[in-house]
C-alpha cells in the first residue's frame, strides 16, 4: 500500500480532522491539501497555540515554510520521536489497526481509529511533556524511554 499518507494534528481538547492522502507529500501539496484547508483552520480556532511539525521535506519546502509563518512554530529535530506526542498517538493506533486489503480498507480503518481515540489519552500523552523533556536531557540527547 505505497504511496498513502496519513495526517493529523491533535491539541489538548482538541484534534484536527485526520487527513489520508494517497501519492507523494511535496511541499505544495502540503499547502493546498493539509496546510491551507485544515492547519490555519484548526490553529486560529485555538488561542495562544503554537504548532509542532518535523523537518520532513514537505514541512521545511519554502512555500510550506511561507505559509506556516503566520503561525507561532515550534523548532523542532525530525529526530527527536522522544519529543513528539504525535508519534506517540501514532504508535497507538498502529497496535489497533487490523489487516486491511486495501488501500480502501485502511483509509476506513484509520479514520475508525481516529475517530475513537479518547481525548485522554491525546491529554496524558501533552502532560508528559516536561518529563520527556527532562529524560532527554538526562540522556544527554540519546534516546529515553519515552
Not at 79 to 93: A, G, I, K, N, T
Request: proline share 7%.
Amino acid at each position: 500500500m505505497a504511496g498513502v499518507m496519513v495526517w493529523w494534528a491533535i491539541a489538548y481538547d482538541s484534534r484536527a480532522t485526520l487527513i489520508v492522502m494517497r501519492g507523494t507529500l511535496t511541499g505544495q501539496r502540503f499547502i493546498d491539501y493539509i496546510l491551507r484547508p485544515h492547519v490555519g483552520p484548526f490553529l486560529n480556532g485555538l488561542s495562544g497555540t503554537i504548532f509542532q511539525k518535523d523537518n520532513a521535506r514537505p514541512h521545511t519546502a519554502r512555500v510550506a515554510q511561507d505559509f506556516l509563518r503566520h503561525f507561532q512554530t515550534l523548532p523542532w529535530s525530525a529526530r527527536s520521536p522522544d519529543f513528539s506526542p504525535v508519534e506517540h498517538v501514532w504508535d497507538q493506533l498502529k497496535r489497533q489497526r487490523p489487516s486491511c486489503h486495501s488501500v480502501h480498507d485502511l483509509e476506513l480503518a484509520v479514520q475508525d481509529l481516529w475517530a475513537h481515540l479518547p481525548q485522554d489519552n491525546m491529554r496524558c500523552l501533552i502532560n508528559s511533556m516536561p518529563d520527556r523533556v527532562a529524560a532527554c536531557i538526562a540522556a544527554g540527547g540519546s534516546p529515553t524511554c519515552y
